[in-house]
């Protein structure tokens, strides 16, 4: 007696379980199709096909690449840090907000911008220096951003973070000038007619070289505010290799035929998981459909941006998830014919098989985490949903599908022949 109740606990809990999974599933996929409506007490969430942020290739836009001269400096490492960070200002307050710039090789820089139509304009705003000048209380100019030869993150005398600036000759002379007669007053740093600094002069700076401090600033601070001094010109001289538009038009029907596609090999695979194993395969469906919208959220929630080699990653995901439960099935009919008891043969199926569905994973990993770290542009794109796309395959292959044939053999559905054919 004592026995038969536990059994119809054990299938109470079983349904209940599943009956969670499908309700979350389905709950997940009308939230990644339609979103949740705004309401008085409801916040907005997007469709997560909207939410994800698409790349260049598939939005359209411009991209363009560049050479810096004079590789031979010693601190020319920082100087192209610093030609990044500059560029990627100066299109921020230029409201290319999505705009990346970005590091290709050890002397060259790729610079994205989407949803842009004229490269010319964007050349224009890159090449254009920032207005940056220094300007007294009277709002006099001082000296202006030509003038600066450089400006760095640094520590004054009592460890605090500061900013070491230089000079030329020609903003030396003037400096000193201006804060010989500003003693005691503030002398403001604007930029773009913003104001972006204020200090008290306290000594006259002559020599050109002279630092800005304050008691409240931290090392971030201080290095976005070197960054901003020197977006006045541009630490290297860069040369243009190569320029080009993407068409809206074309990234959009990349788009369908990359999403048709892979809807395509999606309903494939899960009928012939389905032919071919049956409980299992249905099973392997469920976890590949969970796959499927933990990797959209994923994309959603982390902002990473989709390009068309992104797709063909999680495609590839796919690919992965679905091995992992070829290999899985095939251990848990191989300890059946052995003659074991179905729970049995799910257990230890799953114990063989971990090492092989690790072991493939993580080298996969490896070399996505490889190509993330050395790649540039669509390169990068395929790194990162290919990472995304297998350590979710590797979950939904070892937990879902495990828990799921463990809550069917609760159920009491224990025919071998509908795991096993």
């Not at 598939?58 to 400096?73: F, H, I, K, M, P």
């Not at 959220?297 to 796919?318: K, R």
Request: hydrophobic content about 50%.
């Amino acid at each position: 007696m004592a026995k038969a109740s536990k059994a119809k606990r054990t299938r109470t809990r079983a349904v209940i379980a599943l009956v969670c999974v499908l309700l979350v599933i389905a709950v997940a996929a009308y939230l990644a199709l339609f979103g949740l409506g705004r309401g008085a007490s409801i916040h907005y969430l997007k469709p997560w096909g909207e939410a994800i942020s698409l790349g260049l290739d598939l939005r359209g836009g411009v991209y363009t690449v560049y050479q810096a001269e004079d590789s031979a400096q010693d601190d020319f490492d920082a100087k192209m840090d610093s030609t990044v960070g500059i560029l990627g200002s100066r299109l921020t307050r230029q409201g290319f907000t999505e705009a990346t710039v970005t590091r290709q090789g050890s002397d060259r820089i790729r610079v994205e911008i989407p949803n842009v139509s004229d490269p010319n304009e964007i050349l224009r705003i890159i090449g254009t220096p920032a207005q940056l000048y220094f300007v007294d209380e009277a709002g006099n100019n001082i000296i202006e951003g030509a003038m600066v030869k450089n400006a760095q993150a640094a520590l004054d005398e009592n460890g605090r973070p500061c900013v070491d600036f230089e000079l030329n000759d020609e903003g030396a002379d003037l400096f000193a000038e201006a804060t010989a007669a500003n003693l005691g007053k503030t002398i403001s740093i604007t930029l773009d007619g913003e104001t972006i600094s204020t200090a008290t002069v306290n000594t006259v700076i002559a020599g050109g070289r002279g630092q800005i401090t304050s008691p409240t600033f931290t090392a971030e601070e201080v290095q976005n505010l070197s960054t901003l001094i020197l977006s006045g010109a541009l630490p290297l001289n860069l040369s243009q290799l190569e320029v080009s538009a993407i068409s809206a038009t074309l990234g959009v029907e990349a788009l369908d035929k990359a999403v048709q596609a892979g809807i395509i090999g999606v309903v494939l695979v899960m009928l012939f998981m389905l032919a071919r194993y049956r409980l299992c395969g249905l099973v392997a469906d469920i976890a590949l459909t969970v796959y499927v919208l933990v990797v959209m959220l994923l994309l959603a929630l982390t902002g990473a941006q989709l390009t068309l080699p992104g797709v063909a990653g999680i495609i590839l995901g796919i690919g992965m998830a679905v091995d992992a439960n070829v290999v899985i099935f095939e251990r848990i009919r191989e300890e059946t014919r052995a003659g074991r008891p179905l729970t049995s043969s799910i257990r230890k199926g799953f114990s063989n098989a971990l090492s092989a569905i690790i072991d493939a994973n993580v080298t996969t990993v490896i070399a996505a985490v490889v190509l993330y770290a050395f790649g540039t542009g669509t390169i990068r794109g395929f790194a990162l949903t290919l990472g995304i796309s297998v350590v979710t395959s590797m979950f939904t292959a070892v937990f879902v599908t495990h828990k799921l044939l463990d809550v069917f053999a609760d159920l009491g559905v224990t025919n071998e022949k509908l795991y096993v054919g």
